[in-house]
Nanobody
Framework: EVQLVESGGGLVQAGGSLRLSCTVS????????IGWFRQAPGKEREGVSC????????YYADSVKGRFTISFDNAKNTVYLQMSNLKPEDTADYYC???????????????????????WGQGTQVTVSS
């Protein structure tokens, strides 16, 4: 059974940092596309970052560029989203997603539908206080 489990969310003050984890079970993250998405209350889901576990090609949304970093730990089959200099507007539920193709592009940041990715996690909540 394939599972994506996010963790690491919580409450943090503006300017602080959090590291989200997405641990995958059921397959090895060798050659897949990984995405991080977020959805704030009353807003549509938006893409935060996407990356290829095959070659490390990575894209970030302009709103998080320079503050968020995606990384992989192959030994733990886990993808991380390091978030720094957090702002109140970063408050949202964060989701990781995986697709059965290691080819990524900036266009995938707009691929926010459940059907655009093969697997989704259940989400982790991030709240940034001002």
């Amino acid at each position: 059974e394939v599972q994506l489990v996010e963790s690491g969310g919580g409450l943090v003050q503006a300017g602080g940092s959090l590291r989200l984890s997405c641990t995958v079970s059921g397959f090895t993250l060798d050659d897949y596309g990984i995405g991080w998405f977020r959805q704030a209350p009353g807003k549509e889901r938006e893409g935060v970052s996407c990356s290829s576990s095959e070659d490390g090609t990575t894209y970030y949304a302009d709103s998080v560029k320079g503050r968020f970093t995606i990384s992989f730990d192959n030994a733990k089959n886990t993808v991380y989203l390091q978030m720094s200099n957090l702002k109140p507007e970063d408050t949202a539920d964060y989701y990781c997603a995986v697709r059965n193709s290691p080819i990524v592009s900036a266009l995938l940041l707009s691929a926010t539908g459940r059907h655009d990715w093969d697997y989704w996690g259940q989400g982790t909540q991030v709240t940034v206080s001002s």
